[in-house]
């Protein structure tokens, strides 16, 4: 049972795209924030990667990630990995969204700049509200979160609040 763990985490390391190397957020994108370049997996140069480099570069993001260098990936080394991809993403996000909303260009978006984001409620909740009372059920919000992939966990994890 332990070993089919260790497995499974390092699964879910190898998975989730961990790894040694680091590149910013905002070069990067978000689904290739923290993972390397092809230059980085080629390291001998010759403009193509091999089957050893790959290999090298897949035992470097484990290294990366076993932060404690006992061979093994605890739910807590896995944990800190997560959060810092989760945190190079939501720091291109945040780029991103400045960059497109900031329309005086001085790094911070007032509730002006923020409310140009999208339609306004009185639209919103036109476009949302399926029976026509004027107010969302929390069956309607429920449909709109789960056709945008957000559904509402109900005991199936922690969520945030704010």
Request: proline share 2%.
């Amino acid at each position: 049972m332990m070993k089919s763990g260790k497995i499974l985490t390092t699964a879910l390391v190898f998975a989730i795209g961990t790894t040694g190397f680091t590149m910013t957020a905002s070069a990067a994108g978000p689904n290739r924030a923290n993972q390397p370049t092809f230059s980085e997996v080629d390291t001998d140069d010759d403009g193509q990667i091999t089957i050893a480099e790959i290999q090298a570069e897949r035992a470097a993001r484990f290294s990366g990630t076993d932060t404690d260098g006992d061979g093994l990936l605890s739910s807590a080394e896995v944990t800190a990995q997560i959060v810092k991809n989760s945190t190079l993403r939501a720091t291109w996000m945040a780029n991103r969204l400045l960059k497109a909303l900031d329309k005086n260009e001085d790094g911070i978006l007032s509730k002006e700049e923020a409310a140009a984001r999208g339609p306004s409620a009185t639209r919103m909740m036109q476009k949302l509200d399926q029976d026509g009372d004027g107010v969302l059920s929390e069956d309607e919000f429920e449909k709109i979160a789960d056709r945008r992939g957000h559904g509402h966990r109900r005991g199936d994890g922690p969520r945030s609040k704010n």
